[in-house]
């Protein structure tokens, strides 16, 4: 039987774009994964192993860009601002006697200084989520420090990792209040520090002999 050429050809170019448009879907994937990879950072990585496949992460992520449009997320004003970092300095200044509290309440300050800002009011995923859309080099602080107060809860945290969730929460603190700016001095280190015995120095009648102290 003999095979109209026409059709060899008409085969071959509905094969050609079928090959073009899959090479066209495969590029828009790579560009697409390699958008959301670069905005989100260690959010992207974090996302995929909560999805379990990089498809549904994508789309986590994607679906969630798209839901914090419809915010309306707003700076805060400059009397709130002065009042959220009046607060910051009380709670940096409890965390000496009391970390723990002092952690607690930097995390609802976060609650509150997003609430502020236009934000709904969520659980923490929820809120980690949303954030990591507009600051997704800091979202990882959010979840470090909430990981330290599930981890205290279960009695599992040393005075120490209060202090490096205090600070986790400060870089947090600053992007969404101050826009980077620092807002006060280090965390110190809360432990118990041994006295000292005092020494006294020799007069200088009782020095051995031959001792000579200039």
């Known amino acids: 039987m003999d095979i109209n050429p026409q059709w060899i050809w008409i085969a071959a170019a509905a094969v050609a774009v079928v090959i073009a448009i899959v090479a066209i879907s495969a590029g ?9 990879r670069e905005h989100f950072g260690e959010e992207y990585k974090h ?59 930097a995390d609802e300050l976060i609650n509150a200084v997003m609430t502020s800002r236009g934000y709904p009011m969520a659980d923490f995923e929820k809120h980690a989520a949303h954030l990591s859309v507009k600051h997704p080099k800091v979202v990882e602080h959010y979840r470090a420090g909430h990981a330290v107060l599930d981890s ?12 490096q969730a205090m600070l986790h929460y400060r870089t947090l603190f600053s992007e969404l209040v101050n826009e980077g700016a620092d807002v006060a001095q280090d965390i110190p280190v809360s432990r118990e520090v041994a006295p000292r015995p005092i020494v006294r120095e020799p007069a200088p009648d009782e020095y051995p002999r031959g001792d000579v102290r200039k």
């Open 152 to 163: 205290h809860g279960r009695g599992m945290i040393s005075t120490e990792g209060l202090r």
């Open 47 to 105: 996302t995929i192993e909560a999805a379990g496949s990089r498809t549904r992460a994508e789309q986590e992520l994607i679906a969630r860009a798209e839901e914090v449009k419809t915010f309306d997320i707003r700076p805060l004003s400059a009397a709130d601002r002065d009042r959220f970092t009046s607060d910051w300095r009380r709670i940096e200044a409890r965390f000496i006697e009391r970390p723990t509290t002092a952690v607690v309440e």
């Open 28 to 36: 828009a994937r790579r560009a697409r994964t390699a958008r959301l």
